[in-house]
């Protein structure tokens, strides 16, 4: 069974910093793309950072130049480093891989349980 793990969430005043980890259970044999994901109370889950498997990294316009997203395929982990931090990022943060197990399964996603991420203005 896959298990994503996320650690590193917490209170942080607006301007702080925090970063995010995600370590999978297993190797993948091959992944489409790892990202990380947000739901704030209310709204619907959205892309945050993702990396795809040839290696492009796009990220929402309201993240972009202050969220690092950041992968080490081999030890099946993926990060992401929130510089200015700003109220409007406060929710519920989950990672995810768009993967396969196995060469003869099909790709699927899993996901993390999710890292509560509070910023205090």
């Known amino acids: 069974q896959v298990q994503l793990v996320e650690s590193g969430g917490g209170l942080v005043q607006a301007g702080g910093s925090l970063r995010l980890s995600c370590a999978a259970s297993v190797r993948f044999f091959r992944f489409n793309a790892v990202g990380w994901y947000r739901q704030a109370p209310g709204k619907q889950r959205d892309l945050v950072a993702i990396?795809?498997?040839?290696?492009?990294?796009n990220y929402a316009d309201s993240v972009r130049g202050r969220f690092t997203i950041s992968s080490d395929i081999a030890k099946n982990t993926v990060n992401l480093q929130m510089n200015s931090l700003q109220s409007e990022d406060t929710a519920v943060y989950y990672c995810?891989?768009?993967?396969?197990?196995?060469?003869?399964?099909?790709?699927?996603?899993?996901w993390g349980q999710g890292t509560q991420v509070t910023v205090s203005s």
């Open positions: 990396i795809t498997s040839d290696g492009a990294i």
């Open positions: 995810n891989y768009n993967a396969q197990i196995r060469r003869t399964q099909s790709y699927s996603d899993y």
